[in-house]
């Protein structure tokens, strides 16, 4: 009997582990990425202000993976997808499937892009945005949610002599967090020496500015004076689905894809979306909720003709918002109260083995 095969587009934070909990069941997994390995959305502010710290947790090659080994990883760019047909295109190639899971995520700035990249170009993409920071006689961050906030925090404590101003629209930061992670947030910015600019909303630039970092001055269309600065970091949430290659039906009117409360598509039984690319909820929260179990289920659960279950949404974010500081790694439960890990506690402990063990089923050592 022919084992069904699943094909997950996109091998991301969401779409990774789902493929890792597919790949125990009994089908044929299929993950296709345009990156050599996970290249993770996460944890900006370290990405930028310490790319060798960041990559060691947070950029992984798919042969490390030992729930992977059963998979077969496609390392391409998708370009189109037959709903009727049940395949994909991903280049020339074309890959037929029994279930597809769409996880190919959004664009965001220069650190988040969906074309087709080599370890080379992750390299270099790296080491540019953290020596043109590095660079810089000062840095300004333009932004108010998790993103902005560890960036300007990250950049102050990796460069103490670099003048790091916040800038952000409301009357604080991290509006979609419980208020109680601002509070602690602003405390940690203040002990950094961030300048913290609020009620600051920024002229935004035309075109591809926004993918890049730029040169001050920033101009405010809430009519303060416009603020100078040797490199702008646009972290303004101005995210873009990586929906391209879908057919426009099973998009919604901001190019997200449609999904209902199981994660499946409506009016496709065989397909399901996951991450950032689906809107589940107005935060898109499937990305940041471990609801890659849920889906692993549905998926077998379709297979096997059973009743799917539902993903239900939390009303904020959560979870590490500043990224790993001197003293720990702050984690903020929906509550917006933090538990902190000690410092000696996140290399020891947390990565090893709650997240490389337990999070991704086992991760080999690095060997160059």
Do not use: C
């Amino acid at each position: 009997m022919t084992r069904p095969r699943v094909v997950v587009a996109g091998l991301g934070d969401s779409g990774l582990l789902t493929a890792i909990h597919l790949a125990r069941a009994d089908v044929d997994v299929v993950g296709i990425s345009s990156k050599p390995g996970l290249v993770s959305g996460q944890e900006l502010g370290l990405r930028l202000a310490r790319p060798d710290d960041w990559a060691r947790d947070y950029r992984i090659g798919f042969d490390r993976f030992r729930r992977l080994d059963r998979a077969e990883v496609v390392h391409g760019e998708l370009v189109g997808l037959d709903p009727e047909a049940r395949t994909v295109d991903v280049g020339d190639r074309t890959i037929r499937y029994d279930v597809l899971v769409i996880a190919t995520g959004v664009s965001n700035g220069f650190w988040r892009r969906p074309g087709f990249q080599t370890d080379a170009d992750v390299t270099a993409g790296l080491a540019a945005a953290h020596d043109r920071l590095g660079a810089a006689p000062s840095v300004l961050v333009v932004g108010g949610g998790a993103a902005a906030v560890s960036s300007a925090l990250q950049l102050a404590t990796r460069w103490p002599d670099k003048p790091v101003t916040l800038a952000f629209p409301g009357d604080r930061a991290l509006p979609q967090h419980h208020p109680r992670v601002w509070q602690v947030a602003r405390r940690r910015l203040a002990s950094a020496g961030v300048r913290l600019l609020p009620g600051h909303r920024a002229v935004v630039p035309d075109g591809s500015a926004l993918d890049e970092i730029t040169t001050g001055p920033v101009a405010w269309s809430t009519g303060q004076p416009a603020t100078d600065a040797g490199a702008v970091l646009w972290a303004i949430g101005k995210v873009r689905p990586n929906t391209d290659w879908l057919p426009h039906e099973l998009l919604d009117g901001h190019g997200f894809v449609r999904v209902e409360p199981t994660l499946r598509l409506p009016g496709l039984p065989d397909v399901f979306a996951i991450g950032d690319v689906a809107a589940t909820d107005r935060l898109r929260s499937s990305a940041r909720n471990r609801a890659d179990k849920l889906l692993g289920r549905n998926v077998r659960a379709h297979l096997a003709g059973r009743p799917l279950v539902e993903y239900r949404a939390p009303r904020r974010r959560w979870g590490s918002v500043l990224g790993p500081e001197a003293d720990g790694l702050r984690v903020f439960a929906p509550s917006g109260h933090p538990f902190r890990f000690p410092a000696w506690t996140v290399d020891r402990m947390l990565q090893p083995l709650i997240v490389r063990r337990g999070i991704y089923g086992g991760v080999r050592p690095f060997r160059r």
